[in-house]
């Protein structure tokens, strides 16, 4: 893991470069291209509202603010997954013809989602101030939540990505996955409204997302902390995971050229 | 630190490649499934298909290597495993100094992207820092010669505009180690010499350049030395000339003697070529280092068709020759003469006894030649053998005349000094 992580040191600017021009091949050119990154979890929100406020009656306040605290971070952690298991599959032309690490691509996928979801940040902070909610003190726990789900995501699409390289139709099952694990994770309800006692537990303890997403909401829609003991041990596990995932890493990447 | 003296040094280095990887589809889940559906427990019998089998090469610092031989024979697959991209499946390598290939050009280039974004990030994939693509970015930019297009996306750039660029990119890197595969030839006349001086430009300052290519001529007018790889072996190394020489007899060979050419890696015995006699290698007389030189015994760069130059060959001989005779050809690269002599037609006196080492200098006191490229060939030739050496010349000239040589001439343009009409009525009447 170590070696995993200084190599990526090593080819930072690699890294910086790729994922700015990620950025930038989408912000080009058009006015909508910066748009997009807003339009998409904007009309998301409204489908969603419209289902939740309208059709059933969800007794959330001021929900459509709710749910795009962790809606936002949610596309972050699937539009990762989803485009990263085919990052290094995808790039044959990079792969075979020049030398660097692999998990290079994967890391790319990941920060470039992490800065859309930044960047569509004060979206979600003015649709706050339109219900009244301003961010209080306790956003300083924001960028600890964040390193969380960056090194929970980093390993889960480094092992996706790894995997896909010799199974190539795990791309297309990773989106079927990603719907399932959207809804039995707490973005579009609280988890308090489970009330079946064993089922909440399950969603809030075998699902890593759901400390994420609680911890989110706490900070921005109820101002308070997150708890820490659930997020402490998201953490350890993430680095676990991400512990594992270069161990795989290590002993494919002699495969990755030859069978890509 | 005593300085490794070479660059590359690879002990039967084997590479294999499942063959599941080669042919056949990817394994999916969906496979996978019905392969464990249908009761087949054991997966597929991949087998191996082994590229190269023993590779024992030393690559010396400061030269520069040609690998030659057929297709598939494995060339890409050293380059790859010398870059760093395949690990080999056995033996030993060792690499001494920074490596930058240029397996492909413009690795990495996105077609919305500016010729200018695209080099930041071409370079950086190619192996310099964001500072030194930066720095160089002004040379890269005047070398690609794409003036206003520099800020045009990528994907309205012509072949040949692509190509520059990444060529441009590509030579911009400093490496220790250079390694190319079949790229040298970009972009019209001008730019292709271009290429050239930049690439001898490295050679001058002492890099290490690693070279595929099928272009016979450059291997031998420009590498130090090349290495014939052949059946997953390395079948020779050695001075251009020669290993070029027998490589070309061995593929005349397997012609002649209408051998099937399959993939190499896919045959039994990878596919080697039938071996072949070398010419000369018992011969009393053996020629060696033939090269093209001006008056002054120095290697002339760019030969004009009015330069006088030496072709000058080495050679060693055993004992009493008292039937040798020197031939000296001229010929068009596709093998056609041009000028054939020897020192039999021109009854040139030979000394009884040669020395055991000696030079024979063919002087041309003005080339002749138009603009073209043309092999030079001396042979030494005696009853107990013959030796032959060959060597390709470039001649340009700024003259767009036509044909093949330049004979000594001048143009008279004068009035006519006496009346037209008696020469025209005298015609017929002897």
Redesign the interface.
């Known amino acids: 893991m170590i070696r995993l992580v200084r190599e990526l040191y090593q080819y930072r600017?690699?890294l910086?470069?790729?994922v700015q021009?990620e950025l930038?091949?989408r912000y080009?050119g058009s006015f909508l291209g910066f748009l997009w990154t807003f339009l998409n979890p904007t009309l998301n929100m409204l489908v969603y509202s419209l289902l939740f406020t309208v059709m059933m009656r969800a007794n959330t306040p001021h929900y459509s603010y709710f749910m795009f605290v962790g809606l936002l971070p949610w596309i972050w952690f699937s539009t990762s997954l989803g485009a990263g298991a085919s990052a290094i599959s995808e790039r044959r032309?990079?792969?075979?013809?020049?030398?660097?690490p692999a998990q290079v691509l994967p890391t790319t996928v990941v920060l470039t989602n992490l800065s859309n979801y930044l960047l569509s940040l004060p979206l979600m902070l003015g649709l706050g101030l339109f219900h009244g909610q301003y961010p209080t003190w306790h956003v300083i726990a924001f960028p600890v939540v964040v390193i969380i789900q960056l090194t929970f995501t980093l390993a889960m699409t480094y092992i996706l990505a790894a995997i896909n390289v010799?199974?190539?139709?795990?791309q297309h099952?990773v989106g079927n996955l990603l719907t399932m694990w959207f809804f039995i994770t707490p973005v579009l309800y609280q988890a308090s409204t489970i009330l079946d006692e064993r089922v909440r537990s399950v969603v809030l303890v075998a699902n890593p997302m759901s400390s994420l997403m609680l911890s989110y909401q706490a900070i921005f829609y109820e101002h308070r902390f997150p708890d820490p003991w659930p997020l402490a041990a998201l953490a350890a596990f993430s680095l676990a995971l991400l512990w594992g995932a270069s161990i795989l890493f290590e002993s494919r990447r002699?495969e990755f050229?030859?069978?890509i | 630190m005593q300085e490794p003296l070479d660059a590359i040094v690879m002990r039967d280095v084997v590479k294999s490649?499942r063959k599941r990887?080669i042919r056949g589809e990817?394994?999916?889940?969906?496979s996978?499934l019905l392969r464990w559906l249908r009761g087949k427990r054991q997966p597929r019998e991949g087998g191996l298909i082994t590229a190269l089998r023993g590779i024992t090469l030393n690559i010396p610092r400061g030269k520069t290597v040609a690998i030659i031989g057929r297709n598939g024979s494995g060339k890409s697959t050293l380059l790859?495993l010398i870059?760093?991209?395949?690990?080999p499946t056995s033996g030993h390598m060792e690499i001494n100094g920074r490596?930058s290939?240029l397996?492909?050009l413009g690795?990495?280039f996105?077609p919305?992207?500016s010729g200018r974004?695209n080099i930041?990030?071409n370079g950086?994939?190619?192996g310099m820092?964001?500072a030194e693509v930066r720095e160089r970015m002004d040379d890269i930019i005047a070398f690609s010669e794409l003036g206003e297009f520099i800020d045009e996306p990528v994907r309205t750039y012509s072949s040949g505009m692509y190509m520059r660029l990444a060529f441009a990119v590509a030579t911009h890197v400093d490496p220790d180690i250079l390694i190319v595969d079949e790229i040298l030839a970009v972009g019209d006349e001008h730019f292709s010499k271009k290429s050239m001086a930049k690439m001898t430009e490295f050679k001058k300052r002492g890099k290490t350049i690693v070279l595929v290519t099928h272009d016979l001529s450059t291997v031998e007018r420009w590498c130090d030395e090349a290495a014939w790889i052949d059946g997953g072996y390395i079948r020779r190394v050695g001075r251009p000339s020669e290993v070029v020489a027998e490589y070309k007899q061995a593929i005349a060979l397997a012609e002649a003697q209408s051998v099937v050419f399959t993939p190499p890696a896919l045959t039994e015995d990878g596919g080697a070529l039938p071996q072949v006699n070398v010419p000369g290698a018992d011969a009393p007389v053996r020629l060696s280092g033939l090269k093209l030189v001006g008056p002054s015994g120095e290697v002339v760069p760019n030969l004009t068709p009015e330069a006088s130059v030496e072709a000058c060959v080495d050679f060693s001989a055993k004992g009493l020759c008292e039937d040798l005779v020197f031939e000296v050809s001229l010929q068009t690269l596709e093998g056609r003469a041009l000028y054939e002599t020897s020192t039999r037609v021109e009854s040139v006196p030979l000394p009884r006894e040669l020395p055991a080492s000696g030079r024979v200098r063919f002087v041309l006191e003005r080339l002749g030649l138009l603009a073209g490229t043309y092999v030079c060939e001396v042979t030494a030739r005696t009853k107990g053998g013959i030796s032959r050496e060959t060597c390709t010349f470039v001649v340009s000239s700024s003259v767009a005349e036509r044909g093949v040589f330049r004979p000594v001439h001048h143009w008279v343009v004068e009035p006519v000094p006496v009346a037209v009409a008696p020469v025209l009525a005298g015609v017929g009447h002897p």
């Open positions: 600017g690699l910086l470069s790729l021009r930038k091949a080009r032309d990079l792969m075979t013809k020049v030398r660097f010799t199974f190539r139709d795990l099952i002699e050229a030859e069978s | 490649f990887t990817y394994t999916t889940f969906k996978e790859k870059t760093g991209i395949y690990a490596i290939a397996l492909d690795a990495g996105h919305d992207f974004e930041l990030i950086i994939i190619l820092s964001r």
